[in-house]
């Protein structure tokens, strides 16, 4: 049985942190939130001695003493251990969930990069075709998820998690994208941010 109480370094933006914030709730299982500097250029020094990469999530399980996990796909999956309420246990409900979880985390990927371009990166050095490229893997995404989306339903699992995580980091940096477009999309993504695990997760307002 996972954890009754995690530990997580945190950032209020990342759409990662987020997705095991809303598993976690989901699951009942508390979640300690430790700050962090985390960025993308300057590493946070007090996260590298516990993760190479510097990078947020990073999780210890049983306090400092404890063992520590990263990235958000391991996390999660830890937490939904001897629960098997997020991750299906086999067969195609499970690929299905994971199938889902995988593009939509690439689709937050290809977000993250286009803010980076945005604002990271100095003026006279962005590169125009890659932000477009980025914003084609995102157009393609959505498009598929509008695809998926009558096979969405109810389920909560690690795969609707993954995609309603996905398409609030795209509200928060890039609203007027008009993925809404797709009606059925939209509306099953209005209903899944009401839940309690998705209000108590939001992002800040920029």
């Known amino acids: 049985m996972a954890s009754p109480f995690l530990q997580v370094y945190y950032s209020p933006f990342s759409p990662f942190v987020r997705k095991v ?20 250029v ?12 510097g990078q947020v999530p990073t999780a210890l399980i049983g306090g400092t003493d404890g063992d520590v996990l990263y990235d958000s796909r391991v996390i999660c ?11 299906p246990a ?3 409900a ?9 593009l939509g985390d690439g689709m937050i990927g290809a977000a993250l990069l286009m803010r ?10 962005r590169f125009g075709p890659w932000f477009d490229g980025q914003h084609e893997k995102i157009l393609s995404a959505v498009a598929q998820f ?6 969405f339903g109810t389920r909560v699992d690690i795969g609707t998690i993954t995609v309603a995580c996905a398409l609030g980091y795209l509200d928060l940096r890039f609203p007027s994208e008009p993925w809404r477009e797709y009606r059925e999309l939209a509306v099953w993504y209005a ?16």
């Open 42 to 53: 300057t590493r946070d020094a007090t996260i590298v001695t516990l993760n190479p990469l």
């Open 21 to 40: 914030l809303v598993s976690a709730a989901e699951l009942g299982i508390d979640v300690e939130r430790l700050p962090s500097n985390a960025h993308p």
């Open 146 to 151: 509008a695809r998926w989306v009558p096979d």
């Open 116 to 125: 980076y371009e945005q604002v990271i990166r100095p003026d006279g050095m």
């Open 90 to 92: 086999a067969g195609s």
């Open 94 to 102: 499970r690929w299905q969930a994971l199938r889902e979880q995988a």
């Open 191 to 206: 209903a899944f941010a009401q839940r309690a695990s998705m209000l108590g997760s939001q992002h800040p307002a920029p």
């Open 77 to 87: 999956e830890y937490l939904d251990h001897g629960h098997g309420k997020l991750f």
